[in-house]
């Protein structure tokens, strides 16, 4: 659970997750918790939302996703990778730039079909190839 994830945590690093924790939860009370790839994960009709990660010397978040940045241009900042947020232990925490996120994270996606329908292309004809084998 996420509970014994925390209770192995440092004392410094437990107090900043759960405070995180405690802030996604405000923005999302609908959320599930779970363990998945072995961190904290929020999810909302069964689909990961959000993953928390505590490391040695940072704390994570997971999927930065651009639309998740616009959302939350807060955390611009702390964008480390493709997919990743990365926060000091001691830096200060927008906690309002968390709950955005996480209230972003927990949108649906619209159902099947009212999508705007993509253009369609021409396909390309294919070229001919030959599979016969030579004999000698």
Do not use: N
Not at 12 to 20: E, Y
Not at 33 to 52: N, Q, V, W
Not at 69 to 89: D, H, I, M, R, V
């Amino acid at each position: 659970t996420i509970d014994s994830y925390l209770a192995a945590l440092p004392d410094a690093s437990r107090l900043v997750l759960a405070r995180v924790r405690m802030a996604i939860r405000e923005a999302v009370p609908e959320l599930g918790e779970t363990i998945s790839y072995g961190i904290p994960t929020f999810t909302l009709d069964g689909k990961a939302r959000l993953h928390l990660a505590a490391w040695k010397a940072h704390w994570s978040l997971y999927p930065a996703t651009a639309k998740l940045l616009k959302a939350g241009p807060a955390l611009a900042p702390y964008k480390a990778s493709k997919g990743t947020l990365k926060f000091a232990y001691d830096a200060p925490i927008s906690l309002a730039a968390i709950k955005s996120a996480a209230a972003f994270a927990a949108q649906r996606p619209e159902p099947r079909g009212t999508a705007k329908p993509k253009a369609k292309t021409k396909a390309k004809p294919k070229a001919k190839t030959s599979c016969r084998m030579r004999s000698r």
